[in-house]
């Protein structure tokens, strides 16, 4: 891509709302062991590499700053990543994205952790050497690859799993009711052969013939209605599933 393109995709990010499906939050790093302006020059890298991620969209500093100060407790201390994406989902975002910048041996590092609001989360960590130029920014672009992509692809993994329930019950319901129909179809015409044929059993009732043929020809149209609507019925719920089906493809 065109350093031109990029910089129009980033205006257009910036100007574009997010909304919870895209909406980024990069918590202000802790530091330990290291001056502040050290860390913010690598907090700084890590928001560029988030906002140059095709999927996401980064939230101003200054108003996830905001969103912070107005939720008082809302980022209190997780042990869990189960607490800390229910912080995310409290926060109406995707992926909240939290580092700590680290000073200790004499070297400058970041150690990554990015938590889905479905309840994932990855870890990284890397080091950026000050004496570097723009090293800072490479090496937060390719941790950043590696804890985004495992996201992306659980997300795509767990996302049919959850998807095509419909569609499945109602062809099993509808393929319950097509087979129930047949059966009473089938009955209804082997009722219809045995009393075309010299009455069947009603031709040894005597006087008693005409309610027993009376009887069983009634049983026999019963079990003509009763198939006609079981195989309606598994036609439609078949035709529903299909619909079903055509309408959750991504």
Request: glycine content about 10%; charged content about 20%.
């Amino acid at each position: 891509m065109s350093p031109s393109a990029s910089l129009l995709l980033m205006l257009l990010r910036v100007s574009a709302p997010c909304d919870a499906q895209t909406r980024v939050v990069l918590v202000p790093f802790e530091r330990l062991a290291l001056p502040s302006e050290d860390a913010r020059e690598l907090e700084d890298a890590t928001r560029r590499a988030v906002a140059a991620l095709p999927d996401a969209c980064l939230e101003s500093r200054e108003d996830t700053v905001a969103r912070l100060r107005g939720s008082g407790a809302g980022l209190a201390a997780c042990d869990d990543a189960e607490c800390r994406s229910a912080q995310a989902t409290a926060l109406g975002v995707r992926r909240l994205v939290r580092g700590v910048a680290l000073g200790v041996g004499g070297k400058r590092s970041v150690a990554l952790t990015v938590t889905d609001a479905r309840g994932t989360e990855t870890r990284a960590q890397f080091e950026a050497p000050a004496t570097t130029p723009g090293e800072a920014d490479a090496r937060a672009t390719h941790a950043l690859q590696q804890v985004w992509s495992p996201l992306v692809t659980a997300r795509a993994v767990r996302e049919p799993q959850g998807s095509r329930v419909l569609p499945k019950v109602l062809w099993g319901v509808g393929g319950a009711a097509l087979i129930a129909g047949v059966g009473f179809g089938l009955a209804a015409r082997s009722t219809e052969s045995k009393v075309s044929k010299n009455g069947g059993e009603c031709a040894t009732a005597g006087q008693a013939f005409a309610d027993c043929f009376a009887s069983r020809l009634d049983a026999g149209r019963r079990q003509a209605r009763t198939s006609n609507v079981l195989l309606g019925a598994g036609a439609l719920l078949g035709i529903g599933g299909a619909v079903s089906f055509i309408w959750e493809l991504p």
